[in-house]
């Protein structure tokens, strides 16, 4: 990627990010869940599953290799392009909320999930991805 990471240079992928998607998984689950009468933990997790965009639709926009311009690449390739490589990471924790909804009925899983799904393993991840 050719841009310095920072707020306003990445607002674009930001926004789809912080979101599109999880919107994206609330519309999913919600006609998952009421239109075609799953249980929710199957919803929200085909919304997480399906949500993120598909990095070979955007494989055929993305940028290219680094070059010594900054603004070498237009705003929709650098947007598609980051955010196809962020948003499995942001999909993994709703992942994990899914699977906690479905092992514990429904009851007592949302303390659990944010302290070892959301804190802990997304941190660890963040720690070994360095």
Do not use: H
């Not at 965009?53 to 055929?60: G, K, N, Q, R, Y």
Request: with cysteine.
């Amino acid at each position: 990627m050719n841009r310095p990471f920072g707020r306003r240079a990445w607002s674009s992928t930001w926004r789809l990010l912080g979101w599109t998607l999880p919107l994206t998984v609330l519309a999913v689950a919600a006609a998952a869940y009421g239109l075609l009468g799953w249980p929710l933990a199957a919803a929200l997790l085909l919304g997480a599953v399906l949500a993120p965009t598909d990095p070979v639709l955007a494989s055929d926009v993305q940028v290219g290799e680094p070059v010594d311009s900054e603004k070498a690449d237009d705003e929709v390739r650098f947007t598609l392009t980051s955010e196809a490589g962020l948003n499995d990471g942001l999909a993994f924790p709703l992942v994990y909320a899914a699977i906690a909804l479905a092992v514990s009925g429904g009851v007592g899983w949302i303390a659990e999930w944010t302290l070892v799904d959301l804190l802990y393993r997304c941190a660890a991840g963040v720690v070994c991805g360095c």
